[in-house]
């Protein structure tokens, strides 16, 4: 009906925002954990496109700042809310973009809550991974008889600058699957949330082995859900291709160094490495330098694809809002900052053609129609 219309008006409009072509950004602000809610917020003011901390004059002479974000989220956004503001950007992967959503921010400033959820079995508090796999797995059913989609997952971790299969069960093993860049991990076809949930209990139990301490290891490593999409059109077989890493980023506090010492020393280096490898490249593609430094970290390496002007990028900052973490919120507000300045070409639909352009002509407005009805 006209809702309907008025709606898809409104993921039309979104696109062409999305085309622009700036690397979105995001903020979330944790909520105070426990028994802390009694204590003062650095946070002064959430707005649906700005936050503003309070700044002792240590840190600056005003003492408010405003830092300005695509959107932000106070500490009582829900995981729903959270995700709704993604879903037109996931839902390109079916059109054949490639997207990539780092999560980045200090440990314990909530990276893990919005990429995974506190609890895989809570449908309420479920995260940003299962949401976005949920809803191709939607939109590919609302579109099966225009055309018709594989979906499969890969699970890396890198730590140390060395990369880990999580899914490893020795079943599927691609290097190189039509022509894209695959890592050398397992590719697992997915094709219900029920297959989607098993395996990140088995990405998540993989992660855990071989370390004594989970969390601390957690925070020190790069975790990424990629999602690779093949759609085929049922009349003229044309074929696109999308994929969306869906990244939760090690740590980015700074190392102390007086603490560091051995093996915290060598992770936090590796950590610095490839964080700072992430900000070289946002900083080469901000100024439009024709060499663009993906081969210095293994995280840069991986993303190079989803990177760029082929790509949709959004970067999901978070902050913790005790005033003893200011120092951290600062930097990472003065990164987000840097990243949203970065402007990169309109994205690229990755597409294969086996037929005339008019037959592709046709489908689009079938699959325009189709959507306009529902
Ligand atoms: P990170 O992955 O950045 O180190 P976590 O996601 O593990 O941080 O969050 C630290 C703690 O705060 C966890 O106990 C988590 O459940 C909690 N937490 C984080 N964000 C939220 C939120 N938006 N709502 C409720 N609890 C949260
Ligand atoms: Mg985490």
Same mark, same amino acid.
């Given at each position: 009906?006209?809702?309907?219309?008025?709606?898809?008006?409104?993921?039309?409009?979104?696109?062409?925002?999305?085309?622009?072509?700036?690397?979105?950004?995001?903020?979330?602000?944790?909520?105070?954990?426990?028994?802390?809610?009694?204590?003062?917020?650095?946070?002064?003011?959430?707005?649906?496109?700005?936050?503003?901390?309070?700044?002792?004059?240590?840190?600056?002479?005003?003492?408010?700042?405003?830092?300005?974000?695509?959107?932000?989220?106070?500490?009582?956004?829900?995981?729903?809310?959270?995700?709704?503001?993604?879903?037109?950007?996931?839902?390109?992967?079916?059109?054949?973009?490639?997207?990539?959503?780092?999560?980045?921010?200090?440990?314990?400033?909530?990276?893990?809550?919005?990429?995974?959820?506190?609890?895989?079995?809570?449908?309420?508090?479920?995260?940003?991974?299962?949401?976005?796999?949920?809803?191709?797995?939607?939109?590919?059913?609302?579109?099966?008889?225009?055309?018709?989609?594989?979906?499969?997952?890969?699970?890396?971790?890198?730590?140390?600058?060395?990369?880990? @299969?999580? =899914?490893?069960?020795?079943?599927?093993? !691609?290097? $190189?699957?039509?022509?894209?860049?695959?890592?050398? %991990? *397992? &590719?697992?076809?997915?094709?219900?949330?029920?297959?989607?949930?098993?395996?990140?209990?088995?990405?998540?139990?993989?992660?855990?082995?071989?370390?004594?301490?989970?969390?601390?290891?957690?925070?020190?490593?790069?975790?990424?859900?990629?999602?690779?999409?093949?759609?085929?059109?049922?009349?003229?077989?044309?074929?696109?291709?999308?994929?969306?890493?869906?990244?939760?980023?090690?740590?980015?506090?700074?190392?102390?160094?007086?603490?560091?010492?051995? @093996?915290? =020393?060598?992770?936090?280096?590796?950590? !610095?490495? $490839?964080?700072?490898?992430?900000?070289?490249?946002? %900083? *080469? &593609?901000?100024?439009?330098?024709?060499?663009?430094?993906?081969?210095?970290?293994?995280?840069?390496?991986?993303?190079?694809?989803?990177?760029?002007?082929?790509?949709?990028?959004?970067?999901?900052?978070?902050?913790?809002?005790?005033?003893?973490?200011?120092?951290?919120?600062?930097?990472?507000?003065?990164?987000?900052?840097?990243?949203?300045?970065?402007?990169?070409?309109?994205?690229?639909?990755?597409?294969?053609?086996?037929?005339?352009?008019?037959?592709?002509?046709?489908?689009?407005?079938?699959?325009?129609?189709?959507?306009?009805?529902?």
């Amino acid at each position: 009906g006209y809702h309907k219309v008025i709606e898809e008006n409104r993921k039309l409009y979104n696109q062409v925002q999305d085309l622009k072509g700036n690397i979105r950004v995001y903020c979330r602000v944790r909520p105070f954990l426990g028994d802390q809610q009694s204590h003062n917020s650095s946070v002064s003011n959430v707005e649906e496109g700005s936050i503003s901390i309070l700044t002792p004059f240590k840190y600056s002479k005003e003492e408010k700042k405003t830092f300005n974000f695509n959107r932000a989220f106070g500490p009582s956004a829900t995981q729903a809310e959270v995700f709704s503001d993604m879903q037109p950007l996931v839902r390109s992967v079916l059109d054949g973009y490639n997207v990539c959503i780092f999560a980045y921010g200090q440990t314990g400033s909530g990276k893990t809550h919005t990429m995974s959820g506190p609890d895989e079995l809570n449908e309420e508090t479920i995260g940003v991974n299962y949401r976005a796999l949920r809803d191709l797995f939607l939109l590919s059913e609302q579109r099966k008889d225009i055309i018709s989609y594989d979906i499969s997952v890969q699970m890396l971790e890198i730590y140390n600058e060395q990369v880990r @299969d999580l =899914l490893t069960i020795d079943e599927i093993r !691609n290097s $190189s699957q039509n022509g894209i860049n695959v890592p050398e %991990a *397992s &590719l697992i076809p997915v094709s219900s949330t029920s297959d989607v949930i098993s395996l990140m209990n088995l990405g998540h139990k993989n992660r855990a082995v071989g370390s004594t301490a989970m969390n601390d290891r957690s925070s020190r490593s790069h975790s990424c859900l990629t999602v690779h999409v093949q759609g085929k059109y049922s009349t003229s077989g044309t074929t696109i291709r999308g994929s969306m890493h869906l990244v939760d980023l090690a740590g980015s506090e700074r190392a102390d160094k007086s603490e560091a010492r051995g @093996d915290r =020393l060598k992770e936090a280096q590796h950590i !610095n490495k $490839s964080l700072s490898a992430l900000g070289d490249v946002i %900083a *080469s &593609l901000a100024s439009k330098n024709a060499h663009v430094p993906y081969r210095n970290s293994k995280l840069t390496q991986l993303l190079q694809d989803s990177l760029g002007g082929q790509a949709k990028t959004l970067m999901f900052v978070h902050i913790s809002p005790e005033l003893e973490a200011l120092g951290e919120t600062l930097s990472t507000l003065k990164f987000a900052e840097r990243v949203s300045t970065v402007e990169l070409g309109a994205a690229k639909v990755n597409k294969y053609n086996n037929n005339s352009d008019v037959k592709e002509l046709k489908e689009q407005i079938a699959s325009l129609k189709a959507a306009m009805a529902r």
